[in-house]
């Protein structure tokens, strides 16, 4: 008998901390996103992506910015501006635009960034960067997966 009371009482505390833990998770979803879209040098595209994928993406999470995904594009759309060949496309996640910039900032201040990221755009011979486009958004509506969080 005191077996299985002991078994309940585990099975009860387990049940507790896995839904606290799923409500934990919930509070976690950024509620600000910004979309980059850079345009690599000619036929720099897949160092621009391997950066981001060996040391950039590890800087931001480091300092508390979530990596929601990183794309090559698979077909050029000239109208929008975007070469299959030379686009590199990924989205950042933040509680709030106020977090945003103070974790960039802090990311940007990382002295890894300088050595990784900073020092080779400023190099014309080493630059991996033609430009950027950077776009602020939010989720909206009930229909998207995503839901804002504050």
Do not use: C
Not at 23 to 34: I, V
Not at 73 to 95: K, M
């Amino acid at each position: 008998m005191l077996k299985w009371k002991f078994t309940a009482i585990l099975g009860i505390a387990f049940g507790v901390a896995g839904i606290s833990w799923g409500y934990a998770q919930q509070g976690r979803t950024p509620g600000f996103y910004e979309l980059r879209i850079y345009t690599a040098q000619p036929g720099k595209r897949d160092a621009l992506a391997a950066r981001f994928a060996n040391r950039t993406a590890a800087i931001y999470a480091r300092h508390g910015i979530t990596n929601v995904g990183y794309w090559i594009p698979q077909q050029s759309d000239p109208e929008l501006g975007i070469s299959a060949e030379n686009t590199f496309i990924y989205i950042r996640g933040y509680p709030s635009k106020e977090e945003r910039d103070r974790r960039l900032n802090a990311a940007h201040d990382d002295p890894e960034f300088a050595e990784v990221v900073t020092r080779q755009e400023s190099n014309p011979q080493t630059r991996l960067i033609v430009k950027a486009h950077n776009i602020d958004m939010a989720p909206n509506g009930t229909y998207s997966a995503i839901t804002i969080t504050r």
